[in-house]
């Protein structure tokens, strides 16, 4: 009975075994699998995020110092996350400004992976200012309001690029709701902007300005436009 037990996987009739070797000559059938199979490692956290981050800030290093001390910070300040991992809650946020191409976008991917790297589980999001209002206008069969406050909870959200759209009433009430929850929340935020202060006030009005004065700390980035100076 044991032999028999022992030859079952082979004692297959012809049309099987010619439909095992069939497939294992295309590369697909669980023969071809054994044997390609890639030896399993565990995928980190830090792997997961690169397929979501944009490639061209897929190796971004977030090297400033207000950006390091911004994710130590972050990541020494966390309550615990899953499987006793650390995660994060409260925290102060970032406002990363300067002119086009200093590196804003960059060191914002280069704080989440920064991050990441250190073990500190986290959900997060992305999303330019320009994308949240095409995202969130009202059409059928969406729930923008449930995607606003997805974005409004989620424990680290990077704005990018805020004031660099046009704004209307709606764009102002919308981002003001936005920034509003995650100033009363303590949520840590990361935006960037091309605007200097004063012009943040005008074109985001004062109510989001203020908040942002108050729940930010500003980095500003100068220098050349780092595109240009690459193709050069
Ligand atoms: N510290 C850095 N090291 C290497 N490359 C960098 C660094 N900072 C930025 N870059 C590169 O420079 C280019 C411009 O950077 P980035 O897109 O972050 O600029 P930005 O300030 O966000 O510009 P914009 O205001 O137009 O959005 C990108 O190709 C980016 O990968
Ligand atoms: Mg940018």
Known sequence: MTATLTDAPNRRGP???????????????????????PPSEPVTALELADARIPARYRKALGNHPQVTAWAEAIAAAGAPGPGSAPGIAEGPSLLI???TGTGK????????RTLLAAGVRLRWEAVTAADLYARLRPRSGH??????????RCPLLLLDDLGAARTSEWTEELTYRLINH???????????TNLPTDALRTTLGDR?????????????????????????
Request: zero cysteines.
């Open 97 to 99: 400004a300067g002119p």
């Open 208 to 232: 989001i300005a203020s908040r942002l004065a108050e729940m930010t700390e500003r980095v500003i980035l100068t220098g050349p436009d780092r595109r240009r100076r690459t193709q050069a």
């Open 15 to 37: 049309i099987p075994r010619r439909l095992d070797a069939i497939l294992a000559a295309r590369g697909i059938g669980p023969a071809a699998v054994g044997t390609q199979e």
């Open 182 to 192: 995650r100033y009363e929340h303590l949520r840590p935020t990361l935006i960037t």
């Open 105 to 112: 976008t960059h060191q914002a991917y280069g704080a989440i």
């Open 143 to 152: 729930d923008a309001e449930r995607d606003l406050q997805s974005l409004a």
